[in-house]
């Protein structure tokens, strides 16, 4: 049985009920000064007149038009001193003169003037109300408060208006392993994050957060906690406990202190999320994971915010992209896909990012949602997408797709390349030729081993490619071997040592050169791969087996010399590999090629390949 809610339905529901509830914007009155970006609560009118007095629009002489007539260049006319006052900009006009002459069109004399040239009645004056009338509407209700307009109200007398209320939205972090952010947490404590990204993301649709402190895995804390909160709060959402384990509190407290409207939304990432209420007041229960709760603050949160400070959503933008890769998709949740995006010859090209709900990075590197309705069981690799933009579709066709083996050097260059974006998607070698040759990518990073011959690249590149169309440029020789924990304690020498009951195993993916090399050196050794314990756990970089093998929770594993030393590992050499850039020809004289190709050749990107290590 399916208990969970479709999101449209579950969205629909729950603010019908927050709506029947008396849930609608608050009011609150503001210094005019403190309100750009707010909206009017009601329509604001003007107090007094501006400018309110008859003003000087030009520096010079205020005077009657009629003492004006007939001047000119050949024939000025003399005006004595009771005929004429000197003004600056903006210096009230006295009653007797109705009209300024221009400064250019004065020539001063001792206690006269002459004037060059005619003037007509109230010529260069601002006369009262000429911009605001007291009594005019200067903005209507439920208007966005612009810098231009607060200057109109001000011009206007009005320097108090009411405006709707930011909604405060309140988070309250639960969990027994979560600890406020510090620099060297200890195993089994998770630095508390989440709440600094739900931060980030209500001030950015207007609202006001407040961060409560973090409360351990106790219900009766979490609802005195909860309860405090509504309070305090317009809505209140608690981060993690939402889902069914022996220490979710979420569901039990939310319906002690109000009622729950919907548990379980058929949406992934998401799917525990709880919708209730206190009184007409939201509450709702988010996953801990961050992406998760990302999308349960876009999909549900916002739109409540927006109702509640009366703000329309930006429309979304899209692009039409083609898939790099197959996603699949349980047909029973709305799920959300993150992706990089690129456009390789005006084609705009999705790759899906691997991670899950509780891998925040791949939020940060996202370039766009794919989304993939309920009841779709997925899409197929080169299948056109409708793909949903986090950024700037300027940026993206500014930028250059790499699809393919994963090295720092990437990182590196792109950091190089002042204001230009290398978009990298770390999928293997085979993957990025592949890439390459459909027209996926402009660019591959590769090296893959020909065991025959013991080149590398070449034979794949002719295999794949038997009528051109690519270049292959020569890029670094780096040094690959067996990274081992410090002080290598396991005494590991070589490959056969690997089988050893002892020794825990970090694999790369299936397709990546590093697991062709690491395969083919097994073979080499006479090493049963299916002896080696860990050979089918996977990660997708370099420092990804590094980074498992500080920690201790692997032993060994084959990598670059460059991610040992970035984690102080030691390093078995085994040997010396060619990690070339593929490149389409069609990508060659594009500039941001062009500056890559630049930036590699440069004595700059060479110290920093010399600080990496491993590399020349």
């Known amino acids: 049985m399916n208990i969970y809610t479709p999101l449209d339905e579950a969205l629909s529901e729950y603010q019908k009920v927050l709506a029947r509830l008396g849930m609608k914007p608050q ?51 003399l005006l004595s001193a009771e005929q004429f006052e000197r003004v600056d900009t903006g210096d009230p006009i006295p009653e007797r003169f109705d009209c300024v002459v221009m400064i250019e069109n004065v020539t001063w004399g001792r206690g006269f003037v002459n004037i060059n040239a005619v003037s007509t009645p109230w010529k260069h004056v601002r006369v009262i109300g000429e911009d605001i009338c007291a009594g005019d509407m200067i903005l209507p209700s439920l208007t966005k408060i612009t810098p231009s307009a607060l200057g109109a109200m001000i011009a ?122 206190s009184g007409g007041k939201p509450i709702i229960g ?49 799920e959300f896909t993150r992706v990089k995006l690129g456009f390789v010859q005006n084609k705009a090209i999705a790759s899906p990012i691997s991670g899950g709900s509780g891998v925040v990075t791949s939020f ?81 990073g590769i090296h893959l081993l020909d065991e025959k011959t013991g080149e590398y690249n070449k034979s794949f590149v002719e295999k794949h490619f038997p009528e051109g169309g690519v270049s292959l440029h020569k890029c670094v020789k780096r040094k690959q071997g067996l990274i081992l924990a410090k002080g290598n304690p396991k005494g590991i020498k070589g490959v056969a040592d690997l089988t050893r009951e002892t020794v825990r195993y970090i694999n790369r ?50 990598g670059i010399y460059a991610a040992a030393k970035m984690y102080d590992l030691e390093f078995v050499h085994i040997c010396d590999e060619d990690y070339d850039l593929l490149i389409a020809e069609h990508a060659l004289e594009l500039p941001p090629v062009q500056k890559l190709l630049e930036v590699l050749a440069s004595e700059a990107f060479l110290a920093r390949l010399e600080k990496l290590g491993g590399y020349r």
């Open 27 to 77: 009011f609150e009155c503001v210094p005019v000064s403190c309100s750009a970006g707010r909206v009017t609560a009601a329509a604001v009118y003007a107090k007094i007149c501006a400018p309110h007095y008859n003003a000087s629009a030009m520096d010079g002489i205020v005077t009657c038009s009629s003492y004006t007539t007939g001047a000119s260049e050949d024939v000025p006319v």
């Open 156 to 277: 206007g007398g009005v320097l108090e208006v009411s405006v709707i209320k930011k909604p405060v939205v309140g988070f309250i972090p639960t969990g027994d392993e979560i600890i406020a952010p510090v620099s060297n947490p200890k195993a089994g404590e998770i630095l508390e994050f989440n709440s600094a990204i739900v931060s980030a993301m209500l001030s950015e649709w207007g609202a006001e957060p407040l961060v409560f402190p973090i409360v351990r895995d106790d219900k009766e804390l979490i609802k005195k906690a909860l309860t405090f909160a509504l309070g305090e709060c317009d809505i209140v959402l608690i981060g993690a406990g939402a889902s069914m384990g022996r220490e979710d509190y979420t569901a039990v407290v939310i319906s002690e202190v109000g009622d729950i409207v919907i548990r379980g939304i058929a949406m992934r990432p998401g799917k525990p999320t709880i919708l209730g209420h």
């Open 286 to 334: 988010m996953p801990g994971y961050p992406v998760s709760g990302i999308i349960v603050m876009e999909q549900i949160v916002q739109p409540l915010v927006n109702l509640l400070s009366h703000r329309e959503k930006p429309d979304d933008k899209y692009v039409e992209a083609v898939l790099s890769r197959v996603v699949s998709s349980a047909e029973k949740f709305h």
């Open 364 to 444: 940060m590197k996202a370039d766009g949602i794919l989304e993939v309705p309920q009841g779709v069981a997925g899409y197929k690799s080169g299948e056109p997408v409708r793909v949903r933009l986090l950024g700037s579709e300027d940026e993206l066709r500014r930028s250059i797709v790499a699809i393919g083996s994963h090295d720092p050097l990437l990182d590196e260059l792109s950091d190089m390349l002042a204001g230009m974006r290398l978009s990298s998607t770390h999928a293997g070698s085979m993957s990025g030729l592949y890439a390459v040759r459909k027209g996926e990518a402009h660019l591959a």
């Open 509 to 558: 993916q299936k397709g990546s050169g590093t697991r062709v090399l690491f395969d083919y050196l097994c073979r080499c050794d006479n090493v049963d791969a299916d002896k080696i314990y860990g050979y089918e756990r996977e990660v997708y970089t370099h420092a990804g087996v590094a980074a498992l093998i500080a920690a201790g929770s692997a032993d060994a594993g084959l």
